[in-house]
């Protein structure tokens, strides 16, 4: 089996995990078992390749902070924070099952941690690490710098996308690294992983 070592890893550490081939058998798979719930998305580049947002809204009651900014931003991701599912990314895992993700703001990693019955981590293939020290590599010198230019903040990181600069730019998107060493107590968590590449 693809990944099995990842998969083993992760699911010894409490997760549920499914595999998929393309995003788009995952995205079924997951309108499918997520109905007539409250559920909140921390900002993903994976997510929203999927349309996840608008296909979960059939069914669902979706608060989305992703296409805002400054105090709007601030006021839904909040409410993010209290629904009953979250879902998110990460920005790698290791095939050792442990999830890093890097945040500037926290909306992200607050989700990821606490305050739902259920949390999905949806994520792509190219984030597998073989080590925890490489996926922590990964967030930092690949995931971060991408994402920072993707939201066209003014970080040498972005000017470049070679490595990270440690930089003190007020605009800065790693103020936070978050390691899922194994599931959080009191919530169900589903890695959804596929077969693809998506995301940073
Ligand atoms: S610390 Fe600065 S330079 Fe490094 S990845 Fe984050 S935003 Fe980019």
Same mark, same amino acid.
């Given at each position: 089996?693809?990944? !099995?070592?990842?998969?083993?890893?992760?699911?010894? &550490?409490?997760?549920?995990?499914?595999?998929? =081939? @393309?995003?788009? %058998? $995952?995205?079924?798979?997951?309108?499918?078992?997520? *109905?007539?719930?409250?559920?909140?998305?921390?900002?993903?580049?994976?997510?929203?390749?999927?349309?996840?947002?608008?296909?979960?809204?059939?069914?669902? /009651?979706?608060?989305?902070?992703?296409?805002?900014?400054?105090? =709007?931003? #601030?006021?839904?991701?909040?409410? +993010?924070? +209290?629904?009953?599912?979250?879902? @998110? /990314?990460?920005?790698?895992?290791? =095939?050792?099952?442990?999830?890093? &993700?890097?945040?500037? @703001?926290?909306?992200?990693?607050?989700?990821?941690?606490?305050?739902?019955? !259920? %949390?999905?981590?949806?994520?792509?293939? &190219?984030?597998?690490?073989? +080590?925890?020290?490489?996926?922590?590599?990964?967030? *930092?010198?690949?995931?971060?710098?991408?994402?920072?230019? *993707?939201?066209?903040?003014?970080?040498?990181?972005? $000017?470049?996308?070679?490595?990270?600069? #440690?930089?003190?730019?007020?605009?800065?998107?790693?103020? @936070?690294? #978050?390691?899922?060493?194994?599931?959080?107590?009191?919530?169900?968590?589903?890695?959804?992983?596929?077969?693809?590449?998506?995301?940073?």
């Amino acid at each position: 089996m693809k990944y !099995k070592k990842l998969i083993q890893a992760l699911e010894h &550490n409490g997760y549920k995990v499914s595999f998929f =081939e @393309t995003s788009v %058998i $995952a995205a079924s798979y997951i309108v499918e078992n997520v *109905r007539g719930v409250t559920v909140g998305f921390g900002d993903s580049a994976t997510l929203a390749s999927m349309n996840l947002a608008e296909l979960l809204s059939n069914n669902n /009651s979706v608060v989305d902070p992703s296409n805002y900014s400054g105090s =709007e931003f #601030n006021e839904i991701a909040k409410k +993010t924070l +209290t629904t009953d599912t979250f879902f @998110t /990314s990460v920005n790698a895992v290791a =095939e050792t099952g442990e999830l890093v &993700n890097i945040d500037g @703001t926290g909306n992200r990693v607050a989700g990821s941690l606490f305050g739902h019955k !259920k %949390i999905f981590f949806v994520f792509g293939t &190219n984030k597998v690490e073989p +080590t925890l020290e490489k996926a922590i590599w990964r967030a *930092r010198n690949i995931a971060a710098p991408q994402n920072a230019k *993707r939201l066209g903040y003014n970080t040498p990181c972005a $000017a470049k996308e070679d490595h990270c600069y #440690n930089c003190t730019s007020p605009e800065r998107i790693c103020n @936070t690294l #978050n390691i899922h060493l194994k599931k959080m107590k009191g919530v169900e968590a589903e890695i959804i992983i596929i077969d693809e590449f998506l995301g940073m």
